[in-house]
């Protein structure tokens, strides 16, 4: 493609040689660059990819785009931006043809909910037969393809490149996790979403490496609203109107406030068999009754959420209905059918608040029993072993202690860790390494009226140990163990 259409709508300053040339692709990585192709010099919090453009132009690059002035006595083309990051959102758009405006964008942001939120969206829209592909915390889904993932939202580059093959393999929506990273990095810069969604926010993400003070992370958030159509709000949200504020979009609601665009009029826990969830009854733009098989009074948000989408989208009811009463968002505490008698539940839950968050809301439905199985991640802060141990402790009934990704520790020595936290309480438990032999025993020992917590892993498919991944899907694994007990 010729460097001057690459570069079409894009300030931009030649430092060096000639925008008549032709290039091959955009990396941004330089030991992935090949002949004839652009590097892109990206400045990060670690790493600053001027320090690479001597490798990228011995691999074969023609063109360099730099943000900082440089010295190079090369025979190739430097083009200088304003900032290189955001300029590789648009090079990038350029380059595969702009196909966010070929497709419906719903971009959805928040601190928490984000991937159930998005699921529920996702599962509606297919209800009422569209086409539709993911962008989020569990991979990029293009009908029946997925690809992993190491951040919520990849980079601009790659987001461009997933959205062209959806547009062409004749996706009509993509649903998108929008995180405050990509907002403050401009992995979204140029894209203009049909459809803006705020979930809710909290401190999880003030520190070192993310966001320096709660002012910033609300200034990150709110730029998803200045780059969309049609914006949906959490009015219940203690910083809804800092997310209103300077918005360009027009502005739709959800929440209990009854001046809400789409208001909850009331909300009910439901166990009945194969479904633990609410019963949610909505007034304003929607009346009806749904059954949502999520649990917790707080999927009451994710669903009202997903339902506003979806009606500004003109889905019908019925398919919201149908879609929210089935939706099981993988390892979003969800049911795995084993038995009539007992529940299983799999989650991602892996440190204290999320344990406690899921343990507190599964006491609500007045199980017989809550187990938990859950172990902890080698190589990571061993106060996270504490605290699960602790809060398993003090709100499970029973406590089944076993591996996670034990990465280069030892499991024992793991364990011992969470042991410490356990022994606060007063909390009983078994230790069993095993992962599979501990689902195994939980399974085996059930009691009529139980809720199961297999916690820790979640989406996962592998188990990380010795520093190899080896496959372990906990869907699969529980599926050997009933064949095994069947014999």
């Not at 979009?249 to 479904?275: Q, S």
């Not at 009539?340 to 799999?346: G, Q, R, S, V």
């Amino acid at each position: 493609m010729l460097l001057r259409a690459v570069l079409k709508n894009i300030d931009y300053e030649i430092v060096k040689g000639s925008v008549d040339v032709s290039i091959e692709n955009i990396f941004y990585n330089s030991k992935n660059v090949c002949k004839d192709s652009a590097f892109i010099a990206l400045v990060g919090y670690n790493l600053d990819g001027h320090k690479y453009i001597d490798d990228a132009i011995d691999r074969g690059a023609n063109v360099i785009f730099v943000e900082h002035d440089i010295e190079l006595d090369k025979d190739v083309t430097i083009i200088k931006l304003p900032d290189t990051r955001r300029g590789l959102s648009l090079l990038s758009a350029n380059l595969f043809g702009n196909p966010s405006n070929k497709i419906k964008t719903i971009g959805v942001t928040g601190t928490k909910g984000k991937t159930t939120t998005t699921w529920m969206i996702k599962r509606i829209l297919e209800e009422d037969n569209k086409t539709v592909g993911v962008i989020g915390t569990m991979g990029v889904f293009i009908k029946d393809k997925h690809y992993d993932l190491v951040n919520t939202t990849p980079e601009s580059y790659d987001i461009h490149k997933y959205m062209k093959e959806m547009v062409d393999n004749g996706i009509e929506y993509v649903v998108m996790e929008v995180s405050s990273q990509a907002l403050k990095l401009g992995r979204v810069e140029g894209i203009t979403f049909d459809y803006g969604v705020f979930t809710n926010l909290t401190h999880d993400h003030i520190g070192d490496g993310e966001h320096a003070t709660m002012e910033e992370y609300i200034e990150c958030k709110a730029l998803l609203f200045k780059q969309c159509k049609h914006g949906i709000f959490n009015i219940d949200d203690n910083n809804y109107e800092k997310m209103i504020d300077n918005c360009s979009c027009d502005i739709h609601t959800f929440g209990y406030d009854n001046k809400a665009t789409l208001y909850c009029k009331d909300v009910k826990l439901l166990r009945e068999k194969g479904l633990i969830g609410i019963e949610l009854i909505t007034g304003g733009c929607v009346e009806e009754i749904f059954k949502v098989s999520t649990p917790g009074t707080f999927s009451a948000y994710n669903a009202m959420c997903a339902i506003l989408t979806t009606y500004l989208i003109g889905c019908t009811t019925n398919s919201m209905k149908k879609a929210l009463s089935s939706i099981a968002v993988k390892g979003r505490v969800e049911p795995v059918a084993i038995s009539d008698k007992f529940d299983l539940l799999i989650d991602y839950a892996h440190n204290g608040v999320s344990t406690e968050s899921i343990l507190t809301t599964i006491r609500e439905y007045n199980p017989k029993r809550i187990v938990t199985i859950f172990g902890c991640g080698g190589n990571r802060s061993k106060d996270r072993r504490y605290e699960m141990g602790e809060v398993s402790g003090k709100l499970a009934d029973f406590s089944i202690i076993t591996a996670d990704n034990s990465r280069y520790e030892d499991v024992n020595d793991i364990i011992n860790d969470i042991l410490v936290g356990m022994h606060k309480t007063t909390g009983k438990y078994i230790t069993i390494p095993d992962r599979k032999e501990a689902i195994k025993y939980s399974i085996e020992n059930a009691k009529e009226g139980d809720i199961i917590l297999l916690l820790g892993k979640g989406h996962e498919d592998y188990q990380e140990i010795n520093g190899v991944r080896r496959p372990f899907d906990e869907r699969v694994i529980i599926k050997e163990i009933l064949e095994e007990l069947k014999k």
